[in-house]
């Protein structure tokens, strides 16, 4: 077994509950030099998967917290190794000093993401499957959360293992036929193998075109609000965000800089920039603002122009107009629709036109509906959609090398299973099968202590 770890696994600021989590050789025999059962035997001695109340003692042996304790016993534990955690109230204060006893009791601080590592290196996750824990982790909406998990349960390896058994087989074919010749084995025949290295592709192909509606669920829609001064920009973001976010003011300028904010539009996250209003202007910080505010526009996956519909559009309303036409997506928004409105939404160039309210909320609703369905995907989120850049490069290369092998059919059987064994070694950095030791450490770092 590995050596004994420990860590706090919940966070660092005070909570109803805290947890210190422990996992490798000895973990229930430290846990006995600093928890005190109420029943009076060790914990150690305690059946697994059984909550056991009892006194948390510092390193100096002062009862700081009652509480509860449990063990679990490899390998069937999170890690595959023998495991336990002790539950207790969330005083950082409390943690702190109970986590110092378990290191004076043998232990020593879990790096970043061991927990889960050793779970990967232990077998009881696959590699998609331990990335995705903190994709769950991080999860900042519903459908984001639910995919995660579905990960985490092996929906993506189990969508991978079928084409990569497939193209194992064609090696095994292929080799055995090379080192047996005198065996009664079936003939190599690059045509016989065509529809199987189609299929594989096709199928990677497939899990290659989920990437888009992956990246959306995984990072959020890069968005900004673009507009002249004084439009109401930044009190749509704050009401967007459910809170004062951004200074608000009659003076025209206020804002100096892009602020960013990330907003919840139904199942779509948005990481809503509010920009600098466009205008001409001789104020060289406002002047940077505006060439920020050009700068977020551009590089936006939907803009969303602003305008006072209580007054005539203006040439600077055109000129914002313009700007954000130029992004992939862009909608309209006329804002004060709860005072007269002079602006109608035939005059605005955008297909999708909403008369909105930052001070009512009027409207607000309907544009939040629209955006989210403007970025959600079709199909079940049942786990086997691509949300991982990392993933996205190894399928997108396996997928590459399969159709080099087509290619290489007219060549000799040398060179499609050079391309074919490219494809499995490319599968196998997704899965886990050959990925190098310094990318799976950059993976685990990607955790906080204590997962």
């Known amino acids: 077994m590995a050596h004994l770890i420990a860590a706090i696994s919940t966070g660092a600021q005070r909570a109803a509950i805290g947890i210190l989590r422990l996992s490798g050789e000895g973990c229930a025999q430290a846990v006995d030099t600093v928890f005190l059962p109420k029943n009076g035997k060790p914990f150690s001695q305690a059946p697994v998967r059984r909550l056991v109340l009892g006194t948390l003692l510092d390193s100096r042996g002062r009862p700081?917290?009652?509480c509860?304790?449990?063990?679990?016993?490899?390998?069937?534990s999170y890690t595959g190794e023998d495991g336990a955690e002790i539950q207790c109230h969330g005083s950082p204060a409390v943690?702190?000093?109970?986590l110092e006893a378990l290191y004076r009791a043998g232990a020593r601080p879990a790096?970043?993401?061991?927990?889960t590592k050793r779970a990967f290196l232990n077998g009881r996750l696959g590699l998609t499957q331990a990335e995705a824990v903190i994709d769950l982790i991080d999860a900042e909406t519903l459908d984001a959360a639910v995919n995660a998990a579905g990960q985490v349960e092996g929906a993506l390896q189990?969508?991978?293992?079928?084409?990569?058994?497939?193209?194992?087989?064609?090696?095994?074919?292929f080799h055995a036929v090379l080192d047996y010749p005198d065996e009664d084995i079936d003939d190599f025949a690059l045509a016989n193998y065509a529809g199987t290295l189609s299929d594989c592709r096709q199928a990677l192909g497939r899990l290659l075109a989920t990437y888009d509606r992956g990246r959306v669920l995984k990072n959020g829609v890069s968005a900004a609000l673009?507009?002249?001064?004084?439009?109401?920009?930044?009190?749509?973001?704050?009401?967007?965000?459910?809170?004062?976010?951004?200074?608000?003011?009659?003076?025209?300028?206020?804002?100096?800089?892009?602020v960013e904010e990330s907003v919840v539009l139904g199942s779509t996250r948005l990481r809503l920039t509010d920009t600098a209003g466009i205008r001409p202007t001789a104020d060289p910080l406002e002047t940077l603002g505006v060439e920020r505010s050009r700068a977020a526009a551009a590089?936006?996956?939907i803009a969303i122009f602003v305008c006072d519909g209580?007054?005539?559009?203006?040439?600077?309303?055109?000129?914002?107009?313009a700007l954000c036409l130029s992004a992939p997506r862009s909608v309209g928004l006329i804002n004060k629709a709860d005072l007269s409105r002079t602006v109608e939404p035939a005059e605005l160039p955008f297909a999708l036109v909403f008369a909105v309210s930052a001070r009512t909320g009027e409207g607000l609703d309907a544009f939040s509906r629209a955006v989210d369905r403007l970025f959600a995907g079709d199909g079940p989120l049942d786990g086997s959609i691509l949300t991982n850049p990392r993933q996205f490069d190894a399928i997108r290369r396996a997928e590459a090398a399969l159709g080099r092998a087509l290619d290489a059919l007219t060549l000799t059987p040398d060179a499609v299973l050079t391309d074919v064994e490219g494809a499995m070694e490319a599968m196998g950095e997704v899965t886990g099968a050959t990925v190098r030791e310094d990318i799976t450490a950059r993976i685990f770092e990607r955790f906080c202590v204590g997962k």
């Open 111 to 115: 790096q970043r993401g061991e927990f």
């Open 68 to 76: 509860v304790a449990i063990r679990f016993a490899g390998p069937h």
């Open 310 to 321: 209580s007054v005539p559009l203006t040439a600077e309303d055109r000129e914002a107009m």
């Open 95 to 98: 943690l702190a000093a109970g």
């Open 226 to 258: 673009v507009g002249r001064p004084n439009v109401g920009k930044s009190s749509l973001l704050n009401a967007l965000a459910g809170y004062d976010r951004v200074i608000v003011t009659d003076i025209p300028g206020t804002t100096r800089d892009t």
């Open 158 to 173: 189990r969508r991978l293992s079928p084409i990569y058994d497939r193209l194992v087989d064609l090696c095994g074919h």
């Open 299 to 301: 590089g936006a996956e």
């Open 64 to 66: 700081i917290d009652q």
